[in-house]
C-alpha cells in the first residue's frame, strides 16, 4: 500500500513538471495572436497615467507587448514633450515607461478601454481598435459615464443614441480641446442628461454666440424666465485653459441650454461677473467662483439682481469691502436699529423663526441677494467688522462659512465663532434650547448648527469683549445689541444705581459683596457688571485681540 502511494506522487510531480514546461510554449502563442501594440506616431497627445499631466509624443511605442499594470512588458520607453503645466510634476523631454501613458482617443475608444470585453489587456495602448465589443445593453443602462483622465482627445466615435439614459457626464481632466465638440455632443445627447463635467481640459472657443443668444444675454437679469429648452443641473468648468466668460456663454446658447440651474468656475483666474451672465444664466441658483482674482462685489454686482440665486461660494478670492452701502438695507423702525437689530425674549428665543428680516425686506436692499441663503467667504480679505455685519441686512441668509479671514486671524477658534455669531443675527436666529441636530430653523455657521442658548452666550461674549476696549473701536452692532438685548438692559441699569447684577443660567440675581457670583463661576456662566465694567468666565479662555 505504501508503495502505490508513492507511485502516485511520483506520478503527479511529474504531470506537474510537464505542465510547467508547457507553460511557455502556450504564452507564447497567446502572445503570437494577440495584436502586436500600435506605434505612437511623433506629435500625438499623450496622457500621464498617474500624473495626469499632457504632451505630445516625440517617439516611442506604447505598451509593446505590455499588459495591464506591466505584466509581460518589454520595458518600452517613450519621449514626451511635455506641456508647460506639466513641468512641476515631469521634466521637459523626459522618457518614459510606455505602461505609464495613454495615447489620445475619442469617446468609442475611451469607452472601449472602460468597458470593452478586451479592456483588460493594454490600457495604455495608443489606439483602442473598433473591434473591441462594448455591450450594447451595459450603454442603454448607464446613468453615469465617467471618464476622468482617460487620455480623451473628442467626444466623437459614439452616436449619443447609444446612451439613451445618460444623466451624468464626466469628462474632467483630459484632453479635449474643441468647444464645438462639447457642444455637439450635448445638443444630440439624451434629454435626461442634466450634469457635465469638463473641468481640467484646454478648450479652444470655436464656437460664437448665436444672435438669438446674443439678444437673450443683452437682456435684463430680472426679466421674465427664459424660454423652453435643455435644463442642466451643474455645469463644471474648473481650471478650464484660456476660460472666459465669453466661452462659457456660447456653449450654453450653441448646446441649447437655456436652463441651468448650478455653475462652478472655480480656478479659471475671473476677476468678476459680466452683465451678459444676467440674461443668458437666468436660472442659475448656485454660482461657485472660489480660487478666481475677484476684488469687489461691484464686479459681481449682476448677481445681486438674479432672483433665483441662493448659494454663492467666493472661496480663496481677495474680496474685500462691503455688498452693499452703509445704510443700504438697515431697519427703519423709527428706533435708528440696523436690520441686523435682533431682540430676545426671555433667555435668548427669537421672536419668531426669521428673526428681524422684516426690515431688510422693507429697505431698499430688499432686491439684491432677496434670495440668497448660502454664502461662502473662507480665504478671503474681510478686515473690517464693518464688512461683516453688511452681511447681516441679507435677508434670507442662513448658512455663512468665514474662516480663514485676515479679520479673525489673531482670535481663538472660540472667540471667532462667539463675534461671528453676534454680528450676525440674520444667520443665528432661530433654534430652541440647547438642540443642536434635528431642527429646520437653526442657521449654520461654518456648517455648525447655532442654538439659541449658544446665541445668548455670544451676545454676553460680544458685550464683554468689546467693553474692554475704546468706545471709539466698538462697532454700530455694540449699541444695538446692548439696547435690544434684555439682560444687557438690566445689567447696564443695575451699573448705573452701582448695586450690579449677576447672571447665572441666564437669570439675573443681586450681587452680593464679597462671594459674589460663586455659584455661577462654579458653572462656568457668571457674568458681573459693575460699575461699569463687565467680567466673566469668558475672560479666562484667551480672547485674543482684534486689529
Given at each position: 500500500?505504501k ?7 511520483l ?9 510547467a514546461a ?15 501594440a500600435?506605434?505612437?506616431e ?5 496622457q ?5 499631466c499632457?504632451g ?11 499588459g ?7 520595458g ?5 514633450q ?14 518614459v ?9 475619442n469617446?468609442r475608444?475611451a ?12 490600457p495604455?495602448a495608443a489606439?483602442?481598435p ?7 445593453a ?7 459615464l465617467e471618464l476622468?483622465?482617460s487620455?480623451l ?10 446612451l439613451?439614459?445618460?444623466q451624468?457626464?464626466?469628462?474632467s481632466c ?9 457642444a455637439?455632443?450635448?445638443v ?5 442628461l ?10 479652444l ?13 443683452a ?18 468648468m ?15 446658447a450653441?448646446?441649447?441650454?437655456t ?20 440674461g443668458s444664466?437666468q436660472?442659475?441658483e ?12 461691484e464686479s459681481i ?5 438674479m432672483?433665483?440665486?441662493a ?12 455688498w ?6 438697515e431697519?427703519?423702525d ?9 431682540v430676545?425674549k426671555?433667555e435668548?428665543?427669537?421672536?419668531d ?6 426690515g ?12 440668497l ?14 464688512q461683516?455685519d453688511a452681511l447681516?441686512?441679507?435677508p ?7 474662516q480663514?479671514?485676515?479679520l479673525t486671524?489673531?482670535l481663538?477658534?472660540?472667540a471667532?465663532?462667539?463675534l461671528?455669531?453676534?454680528?450676525l ?5 432661530g ?5 443642536t ?5 437653526c442657521g449654520?455657521?461654518?456648517?455648525s448648527?447655532?442654538?439659541a ?5 455670544a ?9 474692554q476696549?475704546p468706545?471709539?473701536e ?7 445689541l446692548?439696547r435690544?438685548?434684555p439682560i444687557?438692559?438690566?445689567?447696564a441699569?443695575?451699573?448705573?444705581d452701582?448695586?450690579g ?13 464679597g ?5 455661577g ?14 467680567s ?11 486689529e
Amino acid at each position: 500500500m505504501k508503495e502505490w502511494i508513492r507511485q502516485q506522487k511520483l506520478a503527479a510531480k511529474a504531470a506537474q513538471a510537464t505542465a510547467a514546461a508547457a507553460e511557455p510554449d502556450a504564452a507564447a502563442a497567446a502572445a503570437a495572436a494577440r495584436p502586436s501594440a500600435p506605434l505612437l506616431e511623433a506629435g500625438q497627445r499623450v496622457q500621464h497615467r498617474r500624473l495626469r499631466c499632457c504632451g505630445r509624443a516625440l517617439h516611442g511605442e506604447v505598451g509593446a507587448g505590455g499588459g495591464a499594470g506591466g505584466e509581460g512588458t518589454s520595458g518600452a520607453r517613450v519621449a514626451v514633450q511635455w506641456d508647460a503645466a506639466a513641468l512641476a510634476h515631469v521634466q521637459a523631454d523626459a522618457e518614459v515607461d510606455a505602461d505609464d501613458v495613454s495615447a489620445q482617443c475619442n469617446l468609442r475608444g475611451a469607452v472601449s478601454r472602460k468597458y470593452g470585453d478586451d479592456s483588460a489587456d493594454g490600457p495604455s495602448a495608443a489606439a483602442v481598435p473598433a473591434e473591441i465589443a462594448v455591450d450594447a445593453a451595459l450603454l442603454a443602462r448607464l446613468r453615469t459615464l465617467e471618464l476622468r483622465a482617460s487620455a480623451l482627445a473628442s467626444l466623437e466615435g459614439l452616436d449619443a443614441g447609444a446612451l439613451p439614459n445618460l444623466q451624468t457626464l464626466d469628462v474632467s481632466c483630459n484632453l479635449l480641446t474643441s468647444l464645438a465638440g462639447v457642444a455637439a455632443f450635448l445638443v444630440a445627447a439624451a434629454p435626461t442628461l442634466s450634469s457635465v463635467n469638463i473641468s481640467d481640459n484646454t478648450l479652444l472657443c470655436d464656437v460664437q454666440l448665436p444672435p438669438a443668444a446674443a439678444a437673450a444675454a443683452a437682456a435684463p437679469a430680472d426679466s421674465c424666465a427664459p424660454p423652453p429648452g435643455r435644463r442642466l443641473d451643474v455645469l463644471a468648468m474648473n481650471n478650464v485653459g484660456n476660460c472666459s466668460w465669453e466661452m462659457v456663454l456660447a456653449l450654453v446658447a450653441a448646446a441649447g441650454c437655456t436652463a441651468v440651474r448650478e455653475v462652478s468656475l472655480c480656478d479659471n483666474g475671473f476677476t468678476g461677473v459680466p452683465a451678459a451672465v444676467g440674461g443668458s444664466l437666468q436660472s442659475l441658483e448656485t454660482v461657485r467662483l472660489d480660487g478666481n482674482r475677484i476684488e469687489s462685489w461691484e464686479s459681481i454686482s449682476v448677481l445681486s439682481r438674479m432672483r433665483h440665486i441662493a448659494r454663492l461660494s467666493l472661496n480663496r478670492n481677495p474680496l474685500c469691502g462691503s455688498w452693499c452701502d452703509d445704510r443700504e438695507g438697515e431697519e427703519t423702525d423709527g428706533h435708528g436699529g440696523e436690520a441686523g437689530g435682533h431682540v430676545e425674549k426671555g433667555e435668548g428665543a427669537p421672536a419668531d423663526g426669521d428673526g428681524d428680516q422684516g426690515g431688510a425686506q422693507a429697505a431698499g436692499g430688499a432686491r439684491r441677494y432677496s434670495a440668497l441663503r448660502s454664502l461662502s467667504l473662507n480665504g478671503t480679505r474681510i478686515s473690517a467688522w464693518a464688512q461683516v455685519d453688511a452681511l447681516a441686512r441679507l435677508p434670507s441668509l442662513r448658512d455663512v462659512r468665514l474662516q480663514e479671514l485676515e479679520l479673525t486671524r489673531t482670535l481663538s477658534a472660540e472667540a471667532q465663532r462667539m463675534l461671528l455669531i453676534a454680528h450676525l443675527p440674520n444667520v443665528s436666529s432661530g433654534g430652541k434650547g440647547r438642540q443642536t441636530v434635528g431642527s429646520e430653523t437653526c442657521g449654520l455657521l461654518n456648517g455648525s448648527m447655532i442654538t439659541a442658548n449658544e446665541r445668548r452666550d455670544a451676545h454676553r461674549f460680544f458685550l464683554e469683549y468689546w467693553e474692554q476696549l475704546p468706545a471709539s473701536e466698538r462697532p454700530v452692532r455694540y449699541a444695538t445689541l446692548l439696547r435690544d438685548d434684555p439682560i444687557a438692559k438690566r445689567l447696564a441699569n443695575a451699573a448705573q444705581d452701582g448695586s450690579g447684577l449677576a447672571v447665572v443660567g441666564g437669570a439675573c440675581r443681586p450681587h452680593a459683596a464679597g462671594g459674589a457670583g460663586a455659584a455661577g463661576d462654579a458653572a462656568g456662566e457668571h457674568a458681573v457688571l459693575h460699575d461699569g465694567v463687565m467680567s466673566s468666565s469668558f475672560g479666562a479662555r484667551g480672547l485674543g485681540r482684534c486689529e
